[in-house]
């Protein structure tokens, strides 16, 4: 597995977490009387996670320390 598939499968985990974590939002802490455009709505919640998850996953550019 290249490191470039590695990186895109992270972000997939990282992703279905955060759509796992928006949903449990909506389920257990969202507005149910419709007056929150975006907790009340499971699709918007999820996908908001899902994004959410998706950029902390996205790897950081790592700085080459040389010691002169």
């Known amino acids: 597995m290249t490191t ?3 990186n895109i ?3 997939i985990i990282f992703g279905a977490i955060g759509a796992i ?3 449990a939002y909506y389920y ?3 507005c149910k009387s419709g007056s929150c455009p ?10 908001y996670g899902f994004v959410s998850g998706v950029i902390v996953g996205i790897p ?5 320390i ?3």
């Not at 975006?38 to 996908?47: A, Q, V």
């Not at 950081?60 to 080459?64: E, M, R």
């Open 9 to 11: 499968l992270k972000m």
């Open 28 to 30: 257990f802490i969202g």
């Open 66 to 68: 040389e010691n002169k």
């Open 4 to 6: 470039t598939q590695k």
């Open 60 to 64: 950081s550019k790592k700085k080459n």
């Open 38 to 47: 975006l907790s009340s709505n499971w699709k918007i919640t999820t996908l």
């Open 21 to 23: 974590a928006g949903f």
